[in-house]
């Protein structure tokens, strides 16, 4: 086990906080601007945000991110920008809505068939990247970001009543999936403040464990494999990890496909747990952009990743009471806009201050160190010439 460094711990907490408190920064500048006030707008997005039937909502939304922010953070560790986790994930739960919708299976099964479709989907479309990258030197950002305007325009075609999608009260969606093929949530009841009856807050997707699995599964391919090491080994140094044998292409190749894998789960929690089909309405674009802030804000670790993914599920559902509030509601883009800013300003000043830290050490440790004997010569060895 590495053993626990506080220096380390203090300085990569460092870098989020930094972040955070400029984006808070920023948008009360904004804000008093407006002629609002700060103070306010924070106090009521904190007060609607931790009401029960937001708090799930707040989780709903987190589950998805967490899985985008995954899926980023392993192209990262790679050193690959897989910004085609937007195409991914949306091509992969239509083609698994549309599966599902063909298929009679029992409970169990049928979800594990939904599941495994969405992964080899997202795998096979985050792997023509790759391919692109390996044997054509194509690189990945340029790639994905086409692969997704193509992916859109696929599940446009797909999603109309001449192909897989039906018009059902003026929306077009693919067929519902049977009831065998829907992951059960946890419903969130209790007696609301004042009230004296229980009521139901809503439902939390079941499908956050699953998310949860997939993040310990990460740490510990990543951390505890000879694969993870590999796979960092070469994002932090290619010409270091081939002189090490490692297969750098066949790395590559692989990161690719496990990005788009773990992509491919980011619609499964609406899909299995409140759509039941594949709308557009349901499944936004813009989720996959959404998980590299989240992955940023999070240093590429499953803890940092969860805790980040809860504060911008934080942010989307509490910005609706703004409204009410007569405060636009636009600010809290800002602060979402201002957290990526931050956050990459704040990685680079924390990583100097650890560079520069790391070197005032080791010159002390030179300093403190006794001077070398010299060593004997041979004429006190044998006791000098004779």
Same mark, same amino acid.
């Given at each position: ?9 203090? =300085?990569?907490?460092?870098? @989020?906080?930094?972040? *955070? !408190?400029?984006? /808070?920064?920023?948008?009360? #500048?904004?804000?008093?601007? %407006? ?67 063909? =298929?009679?299976?029992?409970? @169990?099964?049928?979800? *594990? !068939?939904?599941? /495994?479709?969405?992964?080899? #989907?997202?795998?096979?479309? %985050? ?260």
């Amino acid at each position: 086990m590495p053993r626990f460094d506080p220096r380390k711990t203090g =300085l990569a907490v460092l870098a @989020p906080v930094v972040a *955070l !408190v400029v984006a /808070a920064a920023l948008s009360s #500048v904004v804000l008093v601007i %407006a002629g609002h006030s700060p103070a306010l707008a924070f106090q009521r997005m904190w007060e609607y945000g931790t009401e029960p039937a937001q708090v799930v909502n707040i989780l709903n939304k987190a589950s998805g991110y967490f899985l985008s922010a995954l899926a980023v953070a392993i192209g990262f560790r790679m050193n690959l920008f897989n910004i085609g986790v937007d195409g991914q994930y949306r091509i992969a739960a239509m083609a698994a809505a549309v599966v599902g919708a063909t =298929l009679t299976l029992p409970k @169990p099964l049928h979800i *594990l !068939v939904i599941v /495994a479709v969405a992964v080899v #989907v997202g795998a096979l479309w %985050a792997g023509i990247a790759g391919l692109l990258k390996v044997y054509r030197g194509v690189s990945e950002v340029i790639s994905t970001i086409m692969l997704n305007f193509i992916g859109g325009a696929i599940v446009a075609w797909a999603v109309t009543p001449q192909v897989f999608a039906v018009l059902e009260n003026n929306v077009v969606r693919t067929k519902t999936i049977p009831e065998s093929g829907w992951f059960p949530g946890f419903t969130w009841s209790g007696i609301p403040a004042g009230g004296s009856q229980t009521v139901v807050f809503g439902e939390i997707y079941g499908f956050i464990v699953i998310s949860g699995l997939v993040g310990v599964l990460y740490w510990f391919v990543l951390s505890r494999t000879r694969f993870g090491f590999d796979l960092r080994a070469t994002g932090s140094s290619e010409p270091a990890a081939v002189a090490s044998g490692v297969d750098v292409k066949r790395m590559v190749l692989t990161s690719m496909l496990l990005s788009g894998a773990v992509a491919g789960l980011v619609g499964m929690p609406i899909l299995l747990g409140a759509a039941h089909s594949f709308g557009s309405q349901d499944f936004p674009s813009g989720i996959g952009f959404t998980g590299i802030a989240i992955a940023l804000l999070g240093r590429n670790n499953p803890v940092g990743i969860a805790f980040a993914s809860i504060l911008w599920g934080f942010l989307d559902v509490s910005n609706q009471i703004l409204d009410i509030e007569s405060i636009p509601k636009e600010i809290v883009t800002i602060m979402q806009g201002a957290v990526v800013l931050a956050v990459v300003v704040a990685y680079e000043i924390v990583r100097r201050i650890g560079v520069a830290t790391e070197q005032r050490r080791v010159m002390s440790t030179e300093n403190a160190a006794p001077p070398a004997v010299p060593p004997a010569t041979a004429t006190a060895d044998t006791g000098g010439e004779r």
